[in-house]
C-alpha cells in the first residue's frame, strides 16, 4: 500500500472565545469523511509540549531523529534552493540587511525583491577566502544560502546575524578547536568584504533602505545520511513550495518535483500540487504534500485567512487525493496558534485513513475531536514507524 | 493480588470488507464482561508501528527488555525443548531438510514425522568437532535444536539455513573476533559430516524427500538472567504448548508446568490448560496462560477458523479463569491480521480486570473498542509495571 503525507504547517490552533479553532471552524467534508473512515489522534513532532522548528518536526516526521540527523538549517536551505552539497561545507542561511555605523537598522533591507537581490547577488557571489570558497546565492527576495567550501572548516560557530537591530553580530566559535575557529574567521572576512563590494553597487539597489549587507545564521555542515529508500526500502516524492521542506525531502533523499505554482505562500496553486501528488505516486511509495500558508496566516494572526485556507485544501486538494488507493496521513508539523503568532509545543490533530485501516469513533479532524480518537497521541519519529506499518513496509524485531 | 495473564498469539487483525475483525465478530461474553468490568487499551509489545517477532515480544510483556536480555531464538527453542543450557552455550533453532546437488529443494524434508526424525537423530545426535561437544535434539515434525558446548565460542555467526530454497548456506562470523570464526567452522563441519552421516540412513527415511541434511538458524549464546522472582518478588509459571514460549518462560524463571494435550497448535486441550492454570493459581502469583491457535489460523488466512478458536478459549478458559480472586490481563503478542498471513505493526487490543481495578466505559473486547479504553496505548515492558501494580508489588521510586 502506498502513503500520501500531507502536512499543513502549522495546523494546529487554540480555541479563540466561541471555543473554535480555525480547523474546527471551517467546512471540510472531505476531511471529515477520511477521519470518519479511520483513525484520528494527536501528534506531538519533537515532545509533548516541546515546541518544534520546521527543520526538526520534518526530520521527524520522516522518521529521522532529528538529535542524531539534524544538520543545522542552512544546509537544508541550500539543498531546498537547488544548491548541490559536499560532504563537509558549511552552509548559512543569509539575507541582505541594512547596516548604517555598524547597526543593522533593517535585517531584510526592505525585504528587498528578488530581482534587485539578484542582481545584487553578482556582487559578491563567489570569493576565496583563506583557501576557502565561499559563494553567495539569492533565493527568495532578501533571502540567500552562504556556502564554504574546504579544508578544516567546522560548523560551531555563531552567526552575524544577531536577530535584533543593533549592531551587526561578529562570529565566533561555539565549541574549541582550529576548525570553528577558521569558520568564524572566514565569515567574518566574508561579511566585511561584501560590505564593500555592495557599497559599490548602489545602483541597484532598488529598496527605501540600502541592502548593503549580508547576514548569516544557522551554519550547519553537510553530512550525507541514509536515504529513506535504504532505510525503509519505499521511493518517497516531495510535493511542496517552500525551500526548507524541499531541502529536508532532499536531504532524506526524496524525489523533490517541481511544481508550478507551488510557491510556498498563499498563492500556492493547490490545484496544481493534488494533479502532481496524483502523478507522483503512480511511481513512488510515499507522496510527501507539503502546504505553508496555514502557518504564514497563523504568524499574521489572521484566523478567517487559516480557515478560508484549510477549506481550499480540503475542496482543491484532499477531495482528488482521497479517490487514490493509498493510506491517507493528515497533521502539522506542529501548532501554531493565530492568537500567539509564533509555533507553540500543542499537540496537532492526526488522521489515518484508507482501506484496512481501524475504523475509530471519530468523525470530525479537529484539534477537540481527535483527543478521542484511537491513534492517542503519537510522538517523534513514532509517526513514521505507524505509517509504514499501514503501508505494510515495517520492519520486525526479533523472530 | 494474583495476576493471570493470556497472551492469545497474533490476536490483533484488521477489519474486513464488513468491518469486522476475528475478534469482533466472535461471540466472547465472559470477554466481553472482563472488558466491561474493567480497563481496555491497546498494547504494542516492542513500539508502536513496529512488528515484533515471537521472542522479543514475550521478553518484553515478561518486562525483560529485549534490548537488553534478547539471547537469540536458539537458546529460547532449546530451553523450551527442555534442554538444560549452561552459560556459554551456542544454540541454533536446527531442522531437516533435503539437499540435492548442494542445493536445498525442501526446507523441511517433507514436513518429516516426528517418530521419524527421532529415529534420524540418533545418527548425528553427538558429535566432538575442534574440542566442542555438538548435540543434535529433534523436536516436532522436522525441527530441532543444535547446541554447542566448548569453550571460546562466539554467537555472532549466520546459520546454513538460506531460508530459501537454492544452495546450502555457508556459516560466515558476523563480527570480528576468533570466538566468532570458531563457531562458524565447527557448524560448517557439523554440517558436512551430517550429510555423510544421514547418508548412510537411508532405511529410516519414511518421507518422500529424502532428510539427508540439518541446516541451521537463529545462533545464540545462553547466559543467565536474573528470575521475575529476583526482579520482582514474585512467583511465576507458564501454561503453554509451543516451545518457544516454555522456553522464553524458563529463560526468566517461570516454572514451565507439562500440560496434557496443550500441544501449542489448533488442536490444544483448552480446559486442561484452564485447570492447569487455575492449579498453578493456588501456589503461584503469576501465571502466564499462551494460546497459540489464533497465530496459526492467521498464518493460515483463516477468519473463521480464528473467531472459532477466539470463541472456545472463551467459552473453556476464559469462562473458568474469571472465577478465580487475581488479577485477569487478556491481549496479544503482537497482531497477525488474516489478511496479510503474517506479524503486523498494529497494536493488540488488551484488557485489564479484576477486583480493585478501575473501570472505563468499554464493555466490548475488541481491536475498535478497546481504543476508547482508559489504558490508552500500553507500550513494551510497560505492561509488566501496570501489571505488577494491580497486584500490588511494584517498586516505590523516590520516597
Known amino acids: 500500500m502506498k502513503a500520501i503525507v500531507l502536512i499543513m504547517d502549522g495546523l494546529g490552533d487554540l480555541p479563540n472565545a466561541k471555543g473554535q479553532t480555525p ?20 501528534y506531538s513532532s519533537i515532545a509533548r509540549g516541546v515546541i518544534p522548528g520546521s527543520d526538526t518536526s520534518h526530520l521527524n516526521i520522516f522518521g529521522y531523529d532529528y538529535r542524531e540527523y539534524y544538520p543545522g538549517r542552512g544546509p537544508l536551505e541550500a539543498l531546498g534552493a537547488g544548491i548541490e ?18 547597526k543593522i537598522i533593517d535585517r531584510r533591507a526592505g525585504r528587498l525583491p528578488t530581482a534587485t537581490s539578484r542582481k545584487l547577488a553578482r556582487y559578491v557571489e563567489k570569493s576565496r577566502i583563506d583557501g576557502v570558497t565561499v559563494q553567495f546565492m539569492n533565493t527568495v527576495e532578501h533571502r540567500g544560502v552562504l556556502l564554504f567550501r574546504g ?30 575557529k577558521k569558520t568564524a574567521d572566514v565569515l567574518n572576512k566574508f561579511t566585511k568584504s ?44 516531495c510535493v511542496g513550495g517552500g525551500a526548507l521542506y524541499k ?49 504564514n496566516f497563523s504568524h499574521d494572526g489572521n484566523f478567517g485567512g487559516k480557515k478560508e485556507i484549510i477549506e481550499k485544501v480540503d475542496e482543491l486538494l484532499v477531495s482528488k487525493l482521497m479517490e487514490e488507493e493509498a493510506v491517507f496521513v493528515i497533521t502539522g508539523d506542529h501548532s501554531t496558534p493565530v492568537e500567539r503568532r509564533s509555533h507553540s509545543g500543542h499537540p496537532t490533530p492526526l488522521l489515518i485513513s484508507g ?23 503519537v510522538v517523534g519519529t513514532g509517526l513514521m514507524d505507524i505509517v509504514l506499518n499501514e503501508m505494510n513496509k515495517a520492519k520486525m524485531i526479533g523472530t
Chains 1, 2 share one sequence.
Do not use: W
Open 23 to 42: 480547523l474546527s471552524a471551517a467546512s471540510k467534508p472531505n476531511m471529515d469523511e477520511l477521519a470518519g473512515q479511520g483513525q484520528a489522534g494527536l
Open 85 to 102: 552539497l559536499k560532504p563537509g561545507d558549511i552552509a548559512f542561511r543569509a539575507n541582505f540587511a541594512s547596516v548604517k555605523g555598524g
Open 151 to 180: 579544508k578544516g572548516l567546522g560548523a560551531e560557530v555563531s552567526g552575524t546575524d544577531p536577530h535584533v537591530l543593533g549592531p551587526l553580530g561578529v562570529s565566533k566559535p561555539l565549541a574549541p578547536g582550529a576548525k570553528n
Open 194 to 237: 561584501a560590505m564593500k563590494k555592495l557599497e559599490g553597487a548602489g545602483e541597484t539597489r532598488g529598496s527605501r533602505v540600502p541592502a548593503n549587507a549580508i547576514i548569516a545564521r544557522g551554519a550547519g555542515a553537510y553530512a550525507v545520511v541514509p536515504s529513506m529508500e535504504d532505510r525503509y526500502r519505499i521511493s518517497a516524492a
Open 247 to 295: 531541502g529536508v525531502a532532499k536531504y532524506v533523499g526524496m524525489d523533490v518535483l517541481e511544481v508550478e505554482g507551488a510557491t510556498g505562500d498563499k498563492k500556492t496553486n493547490l490545484k496544481a500540487k493534488a494533479d502532481a501528488a496524483a502523478a507522483a505516486l503512480k511511481d513512488h511509495d510515499y507522496v510527501f504534500v507539503h502546504v505553508k500558508a496555514t502557518d
Open 355 to 377: 482501506r484496512g485501516v481501524r475504523k475509530d469513533t471519530v468523525s470530525r479532524f479537529d484539534e477537540m475531536a481527535c483527543m478521542s480518537g484511537g491513534l492517542c497521541h
